[in-house]
């Protein structure tokens, strides 16, 4: 599980993205699912924000962004009104034991999304959010079920942002072996998606997730998911860096359950940080 850290270290990074103006609203069943300007997934958002800008490729040490990423699908699947917790009930009230529900079908025209709601409507008994999360990442200790691993997800990810025009793709030598690689192109918008989250936890910091843009809450539990935040934060000064840090883990600290039993709480989020907070 990742965890975060006092500043060590920092890495070059951009700061911002467009603001999307769901304001916390229940639109689970109309939210397009990405920003007005690019309309970026949350997926594309966390490989954007994990990515060295001119290598063009994530850190060799990081082994929870595969994960991250399939978190961030499943998210995207809810708030797109493709699936939803089953309700609770009185043996079934934690979030982690409830199991994901196909709510619609409909094609959304992103692949790995679509691919993702093929396995879960033909998938019978239904299965939990921290289970879709190991399915989706192979990490399974069923070898029956390893149909159900998304693999390339980096790369498909990623040409999806070449065609929007942010990455760039080239191939890099390493001594022993040829690595294709995505620089940053587009830094614009890779600094304006890190300036909202910068923003969400200091100048527009209102201390409740329940009152925070929906999107922006969703990213900054999966940045912190997939071991990424840090970047987001590591051009601040040192003490916006520590108030940041301290926001984020307040935030990131409080009890899945709970907060995804509130009126309006987009419950699959919640759902999502409480798998990450167990593993």
Known sequence: MTTLIRRG??????????????????????????????????????????LKDKEGYTSFWN???SSGLR???????????????????LRKKRLLDRKVL???????????????????KATDPAETVQ???????????NPFKLQYQLRNVRERIAKNLVEKGILTTEKQNFLLFDMTTHPVTNTTE?????????????????????????????????AHSSDVLENVFSSLSDEKYDIAMNRSKDLLDLDPDVEG??????????????AFNKS
């Open 63 to 65: 082994d929870c962004i």
């Open 9 to 50: 270290r920092r890495t070059d990074d951009g700061t911002d993205r467009k603001d999307d103006d769901d304001s916390g609203r229940d639109r689970e069943d109309e939210d397009p699912g990405d920003c007005k300007d690019m309309r970026l997934t949350l997926m594309e958002e966390v490989l954007l924000l994990g």
């Open 131 to 141: 289970s879709w999360i190991e399915l989706l990442t192979g990490e399974t200790w």
């Open 190 to 222: 890779k600094q304006r998606l890190v300036k909202k989250l910068q923003e969400s936890v200091l100048d527009k910091w209102v201390n409740d997730p329940h009152r925070m843009d929906r999107r922006t809450l969703a990213l900054l539990v999966l």
């Open 261 to 274: 039993s509130k009126a309006n709480a987009l419950e699959m989020i919640w759902a999502v940080l409480g």
């Open 71 to 89: 978190g961030g699908i499943l998210i995207e699947l809810a708030m797109r009104g493709r699936v939803q917790l089953e309700p609770a009930t």
């Open 102 to 120: 196909v709510k619609s079908d409909t094609p959304t025209g992103d692949v790995l999304l679509d691919e993702t709601l093929k396995h879960m």
